[in-house]
């Protein structure tokens, strides 16, 4: 599976966090990330990541391009909802992308663990078809 994580500044700590704890199950998928984002995770976990721009520079956009091409079938997407963004449309635009095409989206903790368990379990295979 391919999975894109996505933190704003205020939840990078916490998306290293959640990366340690389920370094296990993401290690077996291909994980995406904006630039800073993708660096931070792999600093902290030796996990494989392929990074975009950082998200102000168009990374979101990129991660959203591969959302509109099928070639996303997880996103997880802290984001700050107290912080506003200059590039807000960019952040509304991969919620609304995740919508249109159908890709799983995590934009909390207690929804990105319970996806990433439903993952291991093999209750997200039905994207293959998809593909």
């Not at 999975?3 to 993401?26: E, P, S, T, V």
């Not at 959203?64 to 099928?70: C, M, P, R, T, V």
């Not at 079938?73 to 912080?83: A, E, Y």
């Not at 919508?99 to 995590?106: C, E, Q, S, V, W």
Request: net charge neutral; aromatic share 6%.
């Amino acid at each position: 599976m391919n999975i894109a994580l996505i933190a704003h500044d205020a939840k990078k700590k916490l998306m290293q966090n959640f990366c340690i704890a389920y370094r296990g199950i993401l290690s077996k998928n291909q994980l995406f990330a904006t630039g800073t984002t993708g660096r931070l995770i792999e600093e902290v976990t030796n996990l494989s990541v392929h990074k975009y721009l950082a998200g102000h520079l168009g990374g979101e956009q990129q991660i959203g391009s591969q959302i509109e091409h099928n070639d996303i079938d997880l996103v997880i997407f802290f984001r700050d909802p107290l912080t506003s963004k200059k590039h807000e449309p960019d952040v509304n635009n991969i919620v609304k992308l995740c919508d249109m095409y159908n890709i799983p989206l995590a934009t909390n903790i207690a929804t990105a663990e319970l996806m990433v368990k439903a993952l291991e379990r093999g209750d997200l295979e039905w994207r293959e078809m998809y593909k």
